[in-house]
């Protein structure tokens, strides 16, 4: 089992939408939880940190739940310019920290 | 600033050439990473340097040498580079201090190996 899975997608939605990404994780040393975006042939870029009283930021919302050991993204009012591969990431504190990247949920806006 | 910078952008090889990829980062951090990105498959750690002068494996280092240069730097080598090495490769710096593990991208070196 992959330390860090995601629904690999494509989640196709229309401009407006909300959708929602699901991320589980299996070491229950994760201590640290983030959301990047990749755009196509680009870097990975921090989209948002995840805390464990959920955060939100604009039209992006993030939540852990440690019990089942899921994180998760949800965006409201999709924009076309959302179109991007999200990317979880776990960083594990096993005496040394570890970070480990999803594979990523491709998603496409369309109008 | 120019965050972290990668060279080449694009390279072709023969199997068994050598070449180096090259990474800087100019926001004074200390820690220092290697990934490959293959379709379905994530970003995979190379290598890493948690601080100047010291450098680990990571999850893939079969293949591949860095170094440590300084704070700055950090080289990837393939001495004899391979089919399966085709890939994406994306250099990246952490701070590590007062607790931050958020990581910064370079471009990307896109490698292809024939």
């Known amino acids: 089992r992959k330390e860090v899975e995601q629904d690999p997608g494509p989640f196709n939605v229309p401009e407006g939408a909300t959708v929602a990404f699901n991320c589980t994780y299996s070491?229950?040393?994760?201590?640290?939880f983030f959301w990047y975006r990749q755009d196509c042939r680009k870097e990975p870029k921090l989209l948002m940190s995840v805390y464990s009283s959920g955060n939100e930021d604009g039209r992006f919302t993030a939540q852990l739940n440690r019990a089942s050991q899921y994180i998760s993204l949800l965006i409201r009012d999709s924009k076309l310019s959302d179109s991007a591969t999200y990317l979880c990431?776990?960083?594990?504190?096993?005496?040394?920290?570890?970070?480990?990247f999803g594979a990523g949920t491709r998603l496409f806006v369309k109008a | 600033n120019a965050g972290v910078t990668q060279t080449p952008k694009f390279q072709v090889l023969k199997t068994g050439q050598s070449m180096t990829l090259q990474c800087a980062q100019d926001m004074n951090h200390n820690s220092m990473y290697w990934y490959r990105q293959d379709p379905g498959m994530g970003l995979r750690l190379i290598y890493y340097?948690?601080?100047?002068?010291?450098?680990d494996k990571g999850e893939v280092p079969n293949g591949y040498n860095v170094s440590r240069l300084n704070k700055r730097e950090f080289s990837l080598r393939l001495e004899s580079a391979a089919p399966s090495q085709t890939s994406v490769y994306f250099c990246?710096?952490?701070?590590?201090?007062?607790?931050?593990?958020?990581?910064?991208f370079g471009p990307g070196t896109r490698l292809t190996v024939l």
């Open positions: 990246a710096s952490s701070p590590t201090s007062g607790g931050s593990h958020t990581q910064y």
């Open positions: 990431v776990v960083i594990l504190n096993t005496g040394g920290f570890k970070t480990i």
């Open positions: 340097s948690a601080s100047e002068g010291t450098t």
């Open positions: 070491n229950s040393a994760s201590q640290s």
